[in-house]
Structure formats: C-alpha cells, structure tokens
C-alpha cells in the first residue's frame, strides 16, 4: 500500500547531530501548529511547549542533567555520559519543552502525542528531530526552579519531555522491530 503519512512515519529517524542552521519562521510556525492541534484527554490541553534557541540556556540544562546523571553508579546511567563531550540535546539549534501540571494522569500521554506530531511535522519539512526524557534529570537538582523560570513554565508546571529539532547532519538506518510486539484478539 502506497500512503504519503505511513511512509513519513517509516522515514523518521531519531538524529544526534545537527547543523547550525535555525529554523525558519515558517517551519517553526508549522511545528507548533502541528504541537497545539494534537489531541488531549477531553480537549483539555494541559500543555505548554517552550521553545529555546537560546544555546547558553541548553548548555546550562544540559550541565544540570549531566550532574544529576552522573551521581548514579555507572551501570545506573547512559553510557552517552562516558563521553565527557556528549550534549543531551546533539547541539540543535531548536529545543522544544513541554510542560504540564503535575498529578494529571492524561497530561503526560498527551504531551506525548504532542511530541509526536511535531517530530512527523518536522520530518514532513525536511527536517530532523529526536524526542528527549533525559532532560528530566535537569529538574530533579537545586536548580529545577531557575530553568522552570529561565523557560517560562507556567506556575505549577514542571517537565515531561523536549524534542531537538534542526536540520540533520547525520544519517541513519530504521531500527528493527522486535519480533512478538502485534497481538490479534478475536
């Protein structure tokens, strides 16, 4: 079967490398509009995306996380920490954080959906994104309410998850599927 949206969904990849390159206005304009109108648990829209640019305020997010992560015993952390360089946003030029009210049951799942619609917005455009939990490190340390504040979180908001967004500068085959996922009940 031959379907323009199946075959996007096949084309995404997960990038870890980025050019310099802003977003244009109008791709920016387009992710987000892509973010708002994604569905949510009875249309109640407990979200906020932050978009940065901002790369001093990635790097200081990024530093945060690395610290948090790296009081684990090594076995309990990403092996990406071994490299000291490693950036947890790959140096994107574009780092979208959505936000919610803790205690929603919902609000997570639709953060998540939102994630998705704009990483597939980002793929139709030409563009490469990863999705991003590790972040979350960042707001479990003394330093969680200056970067809730630096990323204008509304009140009461706190992290569920970012995605980097830029043009690629890597390439990358498609994960295999493991085998037993698919269920058919009758």
């Known amino acids: 079967m031959t379907n323009e949206t199946l075959a996007l969904i096949s084309s995404r990849r997960s990038h870890r490398a980025y050019t310099a390159a802003p977003l244009t206005q109008e791709q920016q304009d387009a ?17 906020h995306f932050s978009v940065v640019t901002n ?47 803790p205690g929603s049951v919902y609000a997570p799942i639709d953060c998540g959906i939102a994630v998705e619609n704009i990483a597939l917005a980002a793929e139709s455009l030409g563009l490469g994104s990863v999705i991003l939990g ?32 830029g043009v690629p500068a890597d390439t990358k085959d498609a994960h295999p599927v493991g085998e037993g996922k698919i269920s058919f009940v009758d």
């Open 31 to 47: 992710i987000l509009r892509a973010a708002v109108e994604a569905p949510s648990a009875v249309n109640r829209q407990l979200w």
């Open 55 to 101: 790369q001093a305020l990635l790097d200081e997010i990024n530093a945060a996380t690395r610290e948090n992560v790296m009081k684990r015993a090594p076995e309990q952390r990403s092996p990406r920490f071994a490299d000291s360089q490693f950036h947890v946003f790959y140096h994107a030029p574009t780092v979208i954080f959505l936000s919610a009210q």
């Open 134 to 165: 590790m972040p979350r490190e960042a707001f479990q340390t003394e330093r969680a309410d200056a970067l809730r504040r630096a990323l204008q979180f509304p009140e009461g908001y706190d992290f569920v998850i970012a995605i980097a967004v």
